[in-house]
């Protein structure tokens, strides 16, 4: 190294000397347990307290009344007498169209939740890959029903299922279809937000250039990932057709609302029985929704 090099100016001194760094920020401090800390004005504990009991005695209470009810003998007192009338082979033909309309609601169940996830999921993982500027479109497409009254689709629906009855008979699991349109915007809304937070786009080309085709991706990757959002829709769609009673009345098929108002000119005892098994089978619903919906698939190491 010459002498030249090695002698430099107090400027050039200056300019070689590292510039100082910042004084670094804080590092993030997250709340208690771990957790990141929580952002606006949370209710104290005394206020949530109050907030949850409040909620569930409004949850409760008709429950509790109606369970309350369904033990009063008609000479007063009470007595487990109605809940015996349901397995008294003597009064099997007053509740027939009662269970006759469980079982076509259960079959409506199965027919409407799969006819729905496999027309709208496809559809909507397409659109979200290829055609996002579509995506208002089926946004629109999904959620109009909801602003219609239920009886103004079901007048319209009464033409159409006479042809309908035609081609494939007047049985009831032909309701899957108009019950289906009412369900839809229930079922697009919990997928449409799973979708919003997966990157559809970057796991589609990711299994792509690993030599796996659409089938695949869609099978193994997306569905996975849409599991949640899936099993949320399902069973929302659940709850619409075991609560649907203007379409079945006015096309005249028998469901399990339908037979609820018939059985309860005769006997309002079952048919309070079976409205609180129905509320009861609602809330396990929502439990399962959280259950599976926070379950997540074992990976092989």
């Known amino acids: 190294m010459t002498a030249t090099e090695q002698s ?71 007595t487990v007498g109605h809940y015996l009338d349901l397995v008294n082979p003597d009064l099997e033909y007053n509740y027939d169209v009662l269970f006759q309309g469980i079982q076509n609601s259960l079959i409506l169940c199965v027919l409407t939740a799969v006819i729905i996830l496999a027309l709208m999921v496809p559809t909507m993982v397409l ?20 602003t219609i009254p239920t009886i103004v689709l079901a007048v319209g629906l009464v033409p159409t299922y006479s042809v309908v009855a035609q081609l494939l008979g007047s049985d009831a699991w032909t309701l899957a279809f108009a019950i289906g349109v009412i369900a839809l915007p229930y079922a697009y809304r919990p997928v449409a937000v799973n ?12 299994g792509r250039s690993l030599g796996a085709g659409y089938v695949t991706i869609m099978w ?14 399902a069973f929302i769609t659940i709850t619409v057709v075991l609560g649907e009673y203007t379409i079945a009345t006015f096309l005249g098929r028998t469901t399990f609302q ?19 098994l ?18 997540r698939p074992r990976t092989k190491d």
């Open 127 to 146: 659109i979200e890959m290829r055609y996002p500027k579509l995506r208002r479109i089926m946004e629109f497409v999904c959620l109009v029903p909801v």
């Open 220 to 233: 193994r990757i997306i569905l996975p990932n849409l599991r949640r959002g899936i099993i949320a829709a």
């Open 278 to 295: 129905a509320l009861l089978f609602g809330f396990v619903i929502l439990l399962i929704i959280g259950r599976f919906g926070a379950i």
């Open 8 to 78: 430099t100016t107090p400027a050039q001194d200056r300019a070689l000397t590292p510039i100082q760094a910042a004084p670094a920020a804080e590092p993030f401090a997250p709340g208690r347990a771990g957790r990141a800390p929580r952002f606006g004005a949370a209710p104290s504990r005394p206020t949530a307290a109050v907030i949850l009991v409040i909620a569930g005695i409004l949850f409760l209470l008709p429950m509790v009344a109606s369970a309350i009810f369904t033990f009063q003998a008609n000479g007063g007192g009470y």
């Open 258 to 276: 339908t037979g609820l108002v018939q059985v309860q000119h005769g006997d309002p005892y079952v048919a309070v029985i079976f409205s609180l």
């Open 195 to 206: 979708i919003a937070g997966v990157d559809v786009r970057t796991l589609t080309e990711a």
